[in-house]
């Protein structure tokens, strides 16, 4: 059964890059039929898509994010970069596999890791 | 981008009793598309429901999803203290995906 674990910097400063990386067992990223995600959840609030990343290498952003975002991917990991952050970017960060269709649009996200906090503060 | 918005805010019920959960969209989001999620306090979301009905693997079978367009339901019959949470619903028919503010459901 696959298993995803964020990890990273708890604190980042303003203007700085808030770097984070999911770790996948169980499973391969490179295997087709599912995506890779990115969500946050900012204190005492609800959840908010970042965007995901395919077994090639292809990326989709939220608008509200993209100017400042990367996600990538290598073997076991994936990464995902936010430049420029804000107070506004501090949130607990999950990755989520995603379950995609057969026209690979994406489904639901099927598999959780436990989530990593991030505060962006002087 | 679609805007899902979830009622009620929060739902006051007892375990024993049924619950229904709604999530309405600013435009039509296909079966496939539309799911739900619980979260507790301290963990990450789970996937309830995808494809707006088919429980996914290990879901008791008290939960129910149902719904298209616009408006989509989430049933949880016969409450057990386990299913107090926060309940999400979320489409991905529609880039951004998005979720809904979410459904609290206390006892």
């Known amino acids: 059964q696959v298993q995803l674990r964020e990890s990273g910097p708890g604190l980042v400063k303003p203007s700085q890059t808030l770097s984070l990386t999911c770790v996948v067992s169980?499973?391969?990223?490179?295997?087709?039929?599912?995506?890779w995600s990115w969500i946050r959840q900012q204190p005492g609030k609800g959840l908010e898509w970042i965007g995901y990343?395919?077994?090639?290498?292809t990326t989709s952003y939220n608008p509200s994010l993209k100017s400042r975002l990367t996600i990538s991917l290598d073997t076991f990991k994936i990464h995902i970069s936010l430049r420029s952050a804000t107070a506004a970017d501090t949130a607990i960060y999950y990755c989520?596999?995603?379950?995609?269709?057969?026209?690979?649009?994406?489904?639901?996200?099927?598999?959780w890791g436990q989530g990593t906090r991030v505060t962006v503060s002087s | 981008e679609i805007v899902l918005t979830q009622s009620p805010g929060t739902l006051s019920l007892s375990p024993g009793e049924s619950a229904t959960l709604s999530c309405r969209a600013t435009?039509?989001?296909?079966?496939?598309?539309l799911a739900w999620y619980q979260q507790k306090p301290g963990q990450a979301p789970r996937l309830l429901i995808y494809?707006?009905?088919t429980r996914a693997a290990g879901i008791p079978a008290r939960f129910g999803g149902g719904g298209s367009g616009t408006d989509f339901t989430l049933t949880i019959s016969r409450l057990e203290p386990e299913d107090f949470a926060v309940y999400y619903c979320?489409?991905?028919?529609?880039?951004?995906?998005?979720f809904g503010q979410g459904t609290k459901l206390e006892i």
């Open positions: 989520a596999r995603v379950d995609v269709d057969s026209r690979d649009v994406p489904i639901a996200f099927d598999t």
């Open positions: 169980g499973g391969s990223i490179s295997g087709g039929g599912y995506y």
């Open positions: 990343i395919n077994y090639s290498g």
């Open positions: 435009q039509s989001v296909r079966l496939t598309y």
């Open positions: 494809g707006s009905s």
């Open positions: 979320q489409q991905c028919d529609s880039s951004p995906c998005t």
